[in-house]
């Protein structure tokens, strides 16, 4: 399981992407699977995470990562590769292994990733990898038939039974392919009832990435109805 170049493995640094590969790395089953990416400082407890240091490849920092990633893979022989979220890096890793199935799980829009942006693209992205999975109806879509829709999966059972407090929280970095700015705009309502006050807690950041326009601070939010 080939984490993207900037996804975190740990308790404390996991994003969407490395919480479900946890969940699909611990699960019992024919395999033994190994989790390999950046490397960390303390990876999830309990799964084979291998750290894939940057290969000297000209080129930019994904291809740099699909060289390490490669050096890995030719130590562990798997049978199967399974790339999440990264086309370029998956088509990388189809060239080095023809004799082995590279599988491409899809979390976002395609069409805004180097090696699918365009129809062309995606047909031969199909063509060169074993399978192409998409964790949403509309991701699916957004790739085109050939995708494979798997959802994302969860154990509800693993969720805390808290007290549900008055509040609205955005989890995700503040940039525009997270819906930042459609998550906020329908908030300034002046004729909402006057009641008792939600909050919008934005979190994550965006340092290298300009917020959405129009996004606002993090503060209280105007009077919503209920």
């Known amino acids: ?97 023809p004799d082995r199935p590279v599988m491409l799980f899809l979390h976002n829009d395609p069409r805004g990733m180097d090696r699918a942006k365009t129809q062309t693209d995606r047909i031969a992205l199909a063509d060169r990898l074993a399978r192409v999975v998409a964790v949403s109806d509309h991701i699916g879509r957004r790739f085109g038939a050939t995708a494979t829709v798997l959802p994302n999966c969860i154990d509800l059972a693993e969720i805390p039974a808290l007290p549900k407090e008055r509040l609205i929280l955005f989890a995700g970095r503040v940039v525009s392919d997270k819906g930042a700015d459609a998550f906020v705009a329908p908030w300034p309502c002046r004729s909402c009832p006057a009641g008792g006050r939600r909050w919008w807690v934005p979190t994550g950041s965006a340092p290298t990435a300009p917020k959405p326009p129009g996004s606002p601070p993090c503060a209280p939010a105007p009077p919503l109805p209920g």
Do not use: T
């Open 1 to 97: 399981m080939v984490l993207p170049p900037r996804e975190g493995f740990s308790p404390a640094n996991a994003g969407a992407i490395a919480l479900l590969v946890h969940r699909l790395a611990a699960r019992k089953g024919d395999f033994a699977p190994v989790v390999v990416g950046v490397a960390q400082p303390a990876p999830f407890a309990g799964i084979r995470f291998v750290p894939a240091r940057p290969s000297w490849f000209p080129g930019n920092r994904a291809r740099r990562y699909a060289g390490g990633v490669a050096r890995v893979l030719r130590r562990e022989d798997p049978a199967l590769i399974e790339v999440h979220n990264r086309p370029d890096v998956a088509c990388f890793l189809a060239e080095r292994f």
